[in-house]
C-alpha cells in the first residue's frame, strides 16, 4: 500500500467576479511508496505548495478540493476524515515542514516548547516525559540540549528548520511532506538538512514528499521525480531515468536551464516566457505556447497519459498520438 | 518557567525599572487601601463644620474639604472604592473584548460580519449617554451594578482592536504551521493568538484603568456613581469644585492619586509590552 497515494487533485477557487471557480491544481495525480523520496518539481506558479496543503486539507479559504479528487494516507481517505480524525493525523501519520522556519515558529515560544506542543497533540504524555522526549527528538535532527530553551529569534535559520522538522517527527509519521524546506537557506546549510532528512529516512523507514524548485538539489537524493506544470502532473519517472532522458519538453527545459557541474561549458538556456496565469490556463497542452517542439493537435487537445515503460509516464503529444496508441 | 502565568507577568513587568516604579505604586496604593483604613479617622467624621475647609496641618496632613471631612482619610477610602471598579470593570471588559474579537477574526465570515456590524452599531452610541440610560434606571445604584456597567459598555473598542490583531496573525505561518502539526482550532485561539494578541491586549488595558476612573469621576458628578457620601476620588474632585481656588488642597490630592493610578498602570503596561515580546527581551 502506498504511503501516499493521490489521484486527480484539483484545488479550486471561487473567481473575484462573476460565476464560476479557476483551479490552480488542476489534476494532480502521484503517489509516494512507502521509504520512498519523491520529489516534486516545477517553476513557481506550478501549483507545488497549494497540493502540499490540500494533502492535509489545510488550503486557505476560499480554497476547497473539486469533487472527483481522492488522497489516500495509508491507504485512509483523507477526504472523508471528520475534524478529529483530520487533527491526528496532522503531525500524527503525517509531518509538514514550510519553506519559511524564521516565520514558521510562534516567537512566543522556545525550540523545546514547539516540540512539546505537537508530541502532546498526538500522545498523552506528562510535562516531564515529554520534555524529555522532546530533547532526544531535538538531538536526533541534530539541535543540542543548549538550545532546547533558546527561542527562534535566537536560533539559525537551519536551527530553525531543524526544530521544525523535530516537531514534525513528533508522531512517529509515516510520511512527511517538505515544502521547499531549505528554499530560505544558503547552500551549505541546504546540503546539510538534506543529508538530515535522508538519514531521518533510512533510520525510520519514512516516505519523504519533497517540493523544490531546485533539479540539481533533487537530482541526488530522490527516488522518483515528478515534474509539476501549471496545475498538472506532466512528466513522473524513477530519478536517473528521468535526468537521463527527459520525455517531456518542459523536463528538458527545465534541465537545458540548470546549471550542472559535468558540464561546465554547456550554454544555459532560459525558457522563454513564463507559467500561465491559473485563471486562463492555456487550451490544449498547457506548455505548448513556450514549447519548442509543439505541432499540430498540441494548442487543441490536451495530451493523455502516455506511459513510457516502466513507471515513467509523460503527458505529451510526442509520446502517443490522438487515437491513444503508443 | 515556574510560578504560573500570573507570576511570570509580575516578574517580566518587575524586570524594567518604569515596570517596578508602577508595580511599586500600584502595590502602594493597593496596600494603603486594605491596610490603613483602621488607623484613619471616620471619612465621614465632620470634626468642625463651621470652620469649613482647613490647610492641610499636623492633624489634617491633607487639610480638609468644606465639610470638614479629613481629606487624607477620603483619598485613602476612596481608593478601595474606585481601584475596585476600575479593575474588575476592565477585567470584564478585557474578557469580553477578547471573546469577541477573537472569534470574530479566526471563525470570520458571517458570524464576524454580524459581530462587528453590532459592535459598529454600539459604538455609534457614546459610551457616557448608554451609561446614563442604563444607570437611570436605579434609583441609587448598587456598587455591583455600576462596575458590570463600566465593564459591559468598554468592550467594544477592544473586540476591534484583538479582531485586527488575529486577522492580521490568522494565515500567518506559525499557525498554519501549528495545526498542520494537530493543534486543534482552541489551542490555536488560546495558545498562539491569545498570546501573541497580548501586547495590545496590555495597552488597551492600561489605557481602560485610566478611562473608567474618569468615567467613574464623571457620573459620581452627575449623582450617578457612587453614592455620597461613600468617598471615590472622581466624587471629590467635583464636590471641591465650589471651594476650586479657596481649597485647592480639597481637589489636589485625589486628582494627584487618579494620575499616579493611571501612570502607574501605564508604566506596568508599557514595561509588560517590552518584555512579554522576545524579541525586545
Given at each position: 500500500m502506498s504511503a501516499l497515494s493521490v489521484s486527480n487533485l484539483r484545488v479550486r477557487f471561487p473567481r473575484r467576479r462573476g460565476e464560476g471557480w479557476f483551479h490552480p491544481v488542476d489534476g494532480v495525480t502521484l503517489s509516494v511508496e512507502p521509504g520512498e523520496m519523491l520529489a516534486v518539481v516545477g517553476e513557481s506558479g506550478s501549483g507545488k505548495s497549494l497540493t502540499c496543503l490540500a494533502l492535509l486539507r489545510l488550503l486557505p479559504p476560499p480554497g476547497e478540493i473539486a469533487a472527483g479528487s481522492a488522497i489516500r494516507v495509508d491507504g485512509a481517505d483523507?477526504?472523508?476524515?471528520d475534524a478529529e480524525g483530520l487533527r491526528q493525523l496532522r503531525g500524527g501519520k503525517v509531518g509538514m515542514v514550510f519553506q519559511d522556519p524564521a516565520a514558521s515558529l510562534?516567537?512566543?515560544?522556545?525550540a523545546g516548547a514547539h516540540v512539546i506542543e505537537a508530541l502532546r497533540a498526538h500522545h498523552r504524555l506528562t510535562a516531564a516525559a515529554a520534555r524529555a522526549r522532546a530533547i532526544e527528538l531535538l538531538r536526533e535532527v541534530g539541535v543540542g540540549r543548549d538550545r532546547v530553551d533558546a527561542y527562534p529569534h535566537q536560533l539559525s535559520g537551519g536551527q530553525r528548520q531543524r526544530v521544525m522538522i523535530a516537531a514534525a517527527l513528533a508522531g512517529e509519521p509515516t510520511l512527511l511532506i517538505a515544502d521547499e524546506p531549505t528554499s530560505a537557506l544558503d547552500v551549505t546549510v541546504q546540503a546539510q538538512l538534506l543529508d538530515l532528512l535522508g538519514e531521518l529516512r533510512a533510520r525510520r523507514g519514512m516516505a519523504i514528499l519533497f517540493v523544490s524548485h531546485d533539479l540539481a538539489l533533487v537530482a541526488t537524493r530522490a527516488d522518483r521525480v515528478t515534474v509539476m506544470y501549471a496545475g498538472k502532473v506532466v512528466e513522473t519517472g524513477p530519478t536517473s531515468a528521468l535526468f537521463a532522458d527527459p520525455a517531456h519538453p518542459y523536463t528538458r527545459a527545465l534541465l537545458a536551464a540548470t546549471p550542472s557541474l559535468n558540464e561546465p561549458d554547456r550554454v544555459i538556456e532560459p525558457i522563454p516566457g513564463g507559467v500561465p496565469d491559473p485563471k486562463a490556463w492555456p487550451p490544449g497542452c498547457r506548455f505548448h505556447p513556450r514549447c519548442a517542439a509543439r505541432f499540430e493537435p498540441c494548442d487543441t487537445r490536451e495530451p493523455e497519459w502516455f506511459p513510457l515503460g516502466a513507471e515513467r509516464h509523460a503527458q505529451c503529444w510526442l509520446h502517443g498520438n490522438a487515437n491513444g496508441d503508443p | 518557567m515556574r510560578g504560573g502565568p500570573l507570576g511570570r507577568l509580575l516578574a517580566a513587568a518587575w524586570r524594567a525599572p518604569g515596570g517596578r516604579t508602577g508595580l511599586l505604586l500600584l502595590l502602594g496604593f493597593g496596600a494603603l487601601a486594605t491596610l490603613a483604613p483602621p488607623f484613619?479617622?471616620?471619612?465621614?467624621?465632620?470634626?468642625?463644620?463651621?470652620?469649613g475647609a482647613m490647610a492641610?496641618?499636623?492633624?489634617h496632613p491633607f487639610g480638609t474639604d468644606h465639610l470638614s471631612r479629613d481629606v487624607l482619610s477620603r483619598v485613602i477610602n476612596g481608593a478601595r472604592i474606585s481601584l475596585v471598579i476600575a479593575l474588575v470593570a476592565v477585567a470584564v471588559s478585557l474578557v469580553l473584548g477578547a471573546g469577541v474579537g477573537m472569534v470574530a477574526g479566526y471563525v470570520g465570515g458571517a458570524v464576524d460580519a454580524i459581530l462587528m456590524r453590532l459592535v459598529d452599531g454600539a459604538r455609534a452610541i457614546p459610551r457616557l449617554f448608554l451609561l446614563l440610560l442604563l444607570i437611570l434606571v436605579w434609583e441609587r445604584i448598587p456598587l455591583t451594578a455600576l462596575i458590570l456597567v463600566l465593564g459591559f459598555t468598554g468592550w467594544l473598542g477592544t473586540s476591534r482592536l484583538v479582531r485586527g490583531e488575529v486577522l492580521r496573525l490568522r494565515h500567518a505561518p506559525f499557525i498554519l504551521a501549528a495545526r498542520s502539526l494537530g493543534a486543534s482550532p482552541y489551542r490555536v485561539l488560546r495558545v498562539h493568538l491569545l498570546p501573541n494578541v497580548a501586547g495590545p491586549l496590555i495597552v488597551a488595558a492600561t489605557l481602560g484603568l485610566g478611562e473608567v476612573i474618569l468615567l467613574e469621576a464623571g457620573l459620581s458628578f452627575l449623582g450617578l456613581g457612587v453614592q455620597p457620601p461613600t468617598p471615590s476620588w472622581g466624587g471629590m474632585i467635583l464636590e471641591a469644585r465650589p471651594v476650586l481656588?479657596?481649597?485647592p488642597w480639597t481637589s489636589l490630592f485625589p486628582g494627584l492619586a487618579i494620575a499616579c493610578t493611571v501612570l502607574a498602570g501605564n508604566l506596568v503596561g508599557d514595561a509588560l509590552q517590552a518584555s512579554l515580546d522576545p524579541r525586545t527581551a
Open positions: 483523507v477526504l472523508a476524515l510562534d516567537p512566543l515560544y522556545t | 484613619l479617622t471616620d471619612p465621614a467624621t465632620m470634626s468642625d463644620v463651621t470652620a492641610p496641618s499636623m492633624a481656588i479657596t481649597a
